[in-house]
């Protein structure tokens, strides 16, 4: 049985002064910059995560007036889930028994999970602090509903956020000891005959290499000299390899080519396959993390939180890295800012964060679409204008005609191109 984070409300984080966003198994999210896409992502680790120790004073929302909040305050509902992430009424027994007094009655089951932080009044640091609700009120109360507030003194190891943001580099992180492919490198064991035997191949290719080599059997021939200070005692041993399976990591390398007589290290590739391929790693870490709970007849949730993953990446890796996505076993949310990874998906999957006068509200569409909806949906937009989905405004022209001309006379009449007011003027084709 599967849970669900269905929904989130935010407010005083970044941009974000009041916010509620559902949340399907499979989430995007959509806006133009600066319409809160990456706070959400983070108001998730912040909440579920270990985000909290990167807060700082400027992450509190200032207001029109430039006055800054006096707290952020983030709530997460998370409800059942089936196998195929329908809702359910009612945890499961092993469910149940994890979060124990701690699930809300709703008319259906729940974990709320409040996170609230606020500046410490001796040191003006931010502080964190962790509540479990048992009421989720209406969202135009919940900020004042501080009743039935109970301190959660830990975090819940069996929800697990493995947040990927947009500067990822796999070449960087193999030298990084807490990116993910570091941490699974820090996990791998070998039995003591697996490491006996793979010792003794190591220190034969060693061997090999030293003694096919005039260069090195030199060197080795000068540095025994060193014995000459300990009293004619000690050997020096040159190890172009690793001489210790413990140190593999050390020397862990990726290549990645045409076929394995073509191929090159990490360094040497463009930061669209060091990105796609840091991603991957990701995915693999949280799979790994997956697989050992289940070995261990553990219950857990993943929730995969990913930033612009098509960034550097053609339009076709775009589309295949989205369906990578979609495999993951466990509950994903996306930014992006591409029309083609928007493409591949279902309309239902869609969250669009919109920044008004009123602040950033999310929108998302509310019945079901049907078949031939879909079809018509993607024929006209998604196939040919993925970029009306991030417009601020439409002009719906008559024809091809006036699709052109339009364009033109307000650059004449503004000194400025429509696009840059984030405006799209689109053609009709006389259909009605």
């Avoid at 600066?34 to 807060?55: D, F």
């Avoid at 430039?66 to 359910?88: F, K, T």
């Avoid at 149940?96 to 701690?102: I, K, Y």
């Avoid at 089951?109 to 502080?127: C, K, S």
């Amino acid at each position: 049985m599967n849970i669900l984070v269905d929904t989130v409300r935010i407010s005083g984080f970044r941009g974000i002064e009041n916010l509620e966003i559902s949340l399907p198994r499979f989430a995007v999210l959509i806006g133009t910059n600066n319409s809160g896409k990456t706070t959400v992502l983070k108001a998730i680790q912040l909440s579920l995560g270990n985000y909290s120790r990167y807060i700082q004073s400027e992450d509190f929302y200032i207001d029109k007036n430039s006055r800054r909040a006096s707290e952020i305050l983030i709530d997460v509902r998370i409800r059942p889930a089936s196998e195929n992430w329908g809702q359910l009424e009612n945890f499961s027994e092993s469910w149940r028994a994890e979060f124990g007094e701690d699930i809300s009655l709703l008319g259906f089951e729940a974990l709320i999970i409040r996170t609230r932080v606020v500046r410490d009044e001796t040191t003006g640091e931010p502080r964190t602090e962790r509540f479990v609700l048992k009421e989720w009120p209406d969202f135009e109360d919940w900020r004042q509903k501080r009743a039935n507030e109970k301190r959660l003194r830990f975090r819940y190891d069996s929800i697990q956020v493995f947040p990927i943001d947009a500067q990822r580099d796999i070449h960087q992180e193999l030298r990084d000891r807490s990116s993910y492919i570091a941490r699974i490198l820090g996990q791998v064991e070998y039995n003591d005959d697996d490491k006996k035997a793979l010792e003794e191949l190591i220190k034969e290719i060693n061997d090999q290499a030293v003694e096919k080599s005039d260069e090195l059997e030199k060197l080795r021939e000068h540095l025994n000299n060193l014995n000459r200070s300990f009293q004619g005692m000690g050997n020096t041993e040159i190890t172009p390899f690793p001489k210790n399976i413990r140190d593999l990591s050390k020397y862990f390398s990726i290549h990645f080519g045409d076929d394995i007589n073509n191929s090159f290290s990490m360094e040497y590739h463009g930061m669209g396959t060091r990105s796609w391929a840091s991603m991957l790693a990701s995915k693999a870490f949280a799979e790994i993390s997956l697989a050992k709970h289940e070995n261990e007849a553990k219950q857990i949730a993943n929730m995969l939180v990913v930033e612009e993953p098509e960034a550097h990446l053609h339009p076709n890796a775009q589309k295949t890295l989205f369906h990578q996505l979609k495999d993951f076993k466990g509950q994903v949310l996306v930014s992006t800012h591409s029309p083609y990874l928007v493409a591949t998906g279902d309309v239902k999957y869609l969250r669009s964060l919109v920044k008004t006068n009123k602040g950033i509200r999310c929108h998302r569409i509310k019945y079901e679409i049907t078949q031939d909806e879909k079809k018509i949906l993607a024929r006209e937009i998604w196939n040919k204008r993925g970029e009306l989905l991030f417009a601020k405004g439409l002009i719906l022209a008559e024809g091809v005609t006036e699709e052109q001309v339009i364009p033109a006379m307000f650059e004449v009449f503004f000194g400025v191109p429509m696009y840059s007011f984030g405006i799209t003027c689109v053609s009709g084709n006389g259909k009605k």
